[in-house]
């Protein structure tokens, strides 16, 4: 009897590095997995198929790659606009960090790496208090806006993230964004470039 088989394949930083198992990316992409298994069984049990499924984990290179298999895909013009809107949506939120004076603000396209995101904006703060100001900024034009709301964290971390679907923002503090150097890791990413870049960066 022939299986229906759901790939997954993880970064390896997820898997090998210990100090990153507990990271919020990990845990998000830990439970987008667990989301996208829960999703397929029910799919298949809807259909009354009996599911039996293999779960393969295997880490890959040094620049990550996350692949998710699915029968479930859009036309080429669907994808192309989700992709717009999501990058719309990205550039506004880059923008909200800008304004709160964020530091090398960073919008990666990983929707070729990951499966389960299509934008990451990457931005430096330099207090805790800075990260809630950008956090509640970006929260509330999410919501008033797109009518978006972000999952993740709900007070500020050193690594502080916010999960809008196809958007995941990352605010970090200057030790733990060189730590963790999340632009080498998906050094494939294409990153977008932004309307201000050319503005006079700002100094502490």
């Known amino acids: 009897m022939a299986h229906n088989q759901l790939n997954i394949f993880i970064p390896s930083f997820a898997i090998n590095a210990g100090t990153l198992i507990s990271s919020p990316l ?3 992409g830990f ?3 667990r989301h996208s298994f829960d999703e397929y069984n029910q799919s298949m049990q809807t259909q009354n198929f009996k599911l039996s499924s293999v779960v393969s984990c295997r880490a890959i290179g040094s ?6 298999r699915s029968k479930d895909q859009k036309t080429s013009g669907a994808e192309i606009d989700d992709d717009a809107e999501s990058l719309t949506f990205a550039v506004a939120m880059a923008k909200v960090a800008n304004e709160v004076k964020a530091a090398d603000i960073k919008v990666l396209f990983v929707k070729p790496l990951v499966y389960w995101t299509r ?7 330099f207090s805790r208090p800075q990260i809630d100001a950008i956090r509640t900024k970006m929260a509330d034009l999410a919501e008033e ?3 978006k709301i972000p999952n993740g964290d709900l007070k500020p971390n050193s690594w502080t993230l916010l999960d809008f679907g196809d958007v995941v923002v990352h605010i970090f503090l200057p030790p733990q964004r060189e730590f963790y150097n ?6 494939n990413a294409k990153s977008i470039e932004l309307p201000f870049e050319d503005e006079k960066p700002f100094l502490r």
């Open 63 to 68: 620049h990550g790659k996350v692949v998710f």
């Open 119 to 125: 934008f990451f904006i990457i931005a430096t703060a």
């Open 145 to 147: 806006k797109f009518g």
């Open 31 to 33: 439970r987008r997995i």
């Open 26 to 28: 990990t845990q998000l």
């Open 182 to 187: 999340l632009e080498e890791f998906y050094g």
